[in-house]
């Protein structure tokens, strides 16, 4: 009677223990899609903010062509050469083209470095970083996937999962929206 009692004492605690088991494998697979969750907002965030920045860039170089054309424009205008004032603002008005000039013959001599670009690069290496997290997420999320479903399929956690009501849960795939490209053009209209 005593080893049955002790027998049986055993397998409540083996049972007991691979509840606890399935239980931390399945919190662990929660977390890892938690992960995956917080990479895909961090994604979804950036994603318009590159597009900003883009557009941003392309109003940057139209506000710029816009000015020159105003103060080129102004400059054009006839001035009375005998009026001190006009004749300075004449002349502040044509060193602010010389000016803004300026700026456009660097952007398009040095087009790769400008600091618009540089932060479209970085905002792309963010990108891209944020990317590889999403995909270490995935990874991670499938290596406890993989854990989890081992441990309740195989027996003798499959028992206890089912009276535990621990499920087997399905590993990360990408449909097929998810591998079709970005149209761009949604975010910039």
Same mark, same amino acid.
């Given at each position: 009677?005593?080893g049955l *009692? *002790?027998g049986?004492?055993l *397998?409540?605690?083996?049972?007991y223990?691979?509840y606890?088991?399935l239980?931390?494998k399945?919190?662990s697979?929660?977390? $890892?899609?938690?992960g995956i969750?917080?990479q895909?907002?961090k994604?979804?965030?950036?994603? #318009?903010?590159? *597009?900003?920045?883009a557009q941003?860039?392309?109003?940057h170089?139209k506000?710029?062509? +816009?000015?020159i +054309?105003e103060l080129?424009?102004?400059? @054009?205008?006839s001035?009375d050469i005998g009026? $001190?004032?006009a004749v300075?603002e004449?002349?502040?008005?044509?060193?602010l083209?010389?000016?803004?000039m300026?700026?456009l013959?660097v952007s398009? @001599?040095?087009? #790769?470095e400008?600091?618009?670009?540089? !932060?479209?690069?970085?905002?792309?290496? +963010?990108?891209?970083?944020v990317? $590889?997290?999403?995909?270490?997420a995935?990874?991670?999320?499938?290596?406890?996937? !993989?854990?989890?479903?081992?441990a309740?399929?195989?027996? &003798?956690?499959?028992?206890?999962a089912?009276?535990?009501?621990?499920?087997?849960? #399905?590993?990360?795939? $990408?449909?097929e929206?998810?591998?079709? &490209?970005?149209d761009?053009?949604d975010y910039?209209n």
């Amino acid at each position: 009677m005593e080893g049955l *009692l *002790l027998g049986l004492g055993l *397998l409540v605690i083996i049972a007991y223990l691979w509840y606890v088991s399935l239980v931390k494998k399945r919190n662990s697979v929660r977390e $890892a899609l938690s992960g995956i969750d917080v990479q895909l907002k961090k994604r979804s965030n950036l994603v #318009p903010n590159i *597009l900003k920045i883009a557009q941003k860039f392309m109003d940057h170089e139209k506000s710029l062509l +816009t000015e020159i +054309t105003e103060l080129r424009a102004q400059v @054009e205008k006839s001035y009375d050469i005998g009026d $001190a004032s006009a004749v300075k603002e004449h002349l502040v008005k044509a060193e602010l083209l010389n000016g803004k000039m300026g700026q456009l013959m660097v952007s398009v @001599e040095n087009y #790769p470095e400008l600091k618009s670009d540089n !932060t479209m690069l970085q905002a792309m290496q +963010t990108y891209n970083e944020v990317e $590889a997290h999403i995909s270490a997420a995935r990874r991670f999320y499938n290596a406890s996937v !993989t854990e989890l479903n081992n441990a309740v399929e195989i027996f &003798p956690g499959s028992i206890i999962a089912s009276m535990a009501n621990i499920k087997v849960m #399905p590993f990360y795939e $990408a449909d097929e929206a998810s591998k079709a &490209p970005v149209d761009a053009s949604d975010y910039l209209n």
